[in-house]
């Protein structure tokens, strides 16, 4: 059981538009800053957001990011097939003093 | 900036897993915050392990506390983990990544090594 809640899967057409949603409680969303990363099969996790809404370099602005209260969600629009993947949102937890992790979202690009 | 595992991928239940992630294309002094270790257990989601800072002063996970030390070799632009007495359960893909920056929060991993699987059997 993660801390942070995701849904489990989430699909759509290439072209359209998907958010996913990660939520939390006030001692990790509600109070830190919000990170998100894809991981393509077979490979490492990659960061695609930072602190709720930045975007590393490289980091096409089709991937956005946003924060309210205790959920934050990330944005991707115009999807791709190379954009099937799994989705991980991540914070800091201070009640567990830890960096705490969703479940992870797995796109399907239809 | 690259990052990169080795270490012992087999490992018996007791024992001790090792893992050294050398970091290229910049200094482990400067180029991020703090250094970390996150694991993934088979089809599973992503744990944080722990992380440090170039200097020292690492951050554990609470419930792995009591059996992991993260070090750093700035000589060796280096940084490594120690778990002691594995079971079967620590059985994941181990990954070492760069985490954070002085003008943001330090928390976020970027870049991620390709990591390392290790598994435990007896």
């Known amino acids: 059981q993660s801390v942070l809640t995701q849904p489990p899967s989430v699909s759509a057409a290439p072209g359209q538009t998907v958010t996913i949603s990660c939520s939390g409680s006030?001692?990790?969303?509600?109070?830190?800053?919000v990170s998100w990363y894809h991981q393509l099969p077979g490979t490492a996790p990659k960061l695609l957001i930072y602190?709720?809404?930045k975007r590393p370099s490289g980091i096409p602005d089709r991937f956005s990011g946003s924060k309210s209260g205790t959920s934050a969600t990330l944005g991707i629009t115009g999807l791709q097939t190379g954009d099937e993947a799994d989705y991980y949102c991540?914070?800091?937890?201070?009640?567990?003093?830890?960096?705490?992790f969703g479940g992870g979202t797995n796109l399907t690009v239809l | 900036l690259q990052l990169q595992e080795s270490g012992t991928g087999l490992l018996k239940p007791s024992e001790t897993l090792s893992l050294t992630c050398t970091v290229s294309?910049?200094?482990?002094?400067?180029?991020?915050?703090?250094w970390g270790w996150i694991r993934q257990s088979p089809g599973k989601g992503l744990e944080w392990i722990g992380s440090i800072y170039y200097s020292g002063s690492p951050y554990y996970q609470p419930s792995l506390k009591s059996r992991v030390t993260i070090s750093v070799d700035t000589s060796k632009n280096q940084f490594s983990l120690k778990m002691r007495s594995v079971t079967a359960t620590d059985t994941a893909m181990y990954y070492c990544?760069?985490?954070?920056?002085?003008?943001?929060?330090?928390?976020?991993?970027?870049?991620w090594g390709q990591g390392m699987l290790v598994t435990v059997s007896s």
């Open positions: 990544a760069g985490q954070g920056d002085r003008t943001s929060s330090w928390y976020w991993f970027d870049p």
């Open positions: 991540g914070t800091w937890d201070n009640s567990l003093s830890a960096v705490v």
């Open positions: 294309g910049g200094s482990i002094a400067s180029s991020r915050y703090y």
């Open positions: 006030s001692s990790n969303i509600g109070d830190n800053y």
């Open positions: 602190d709720n809404d």
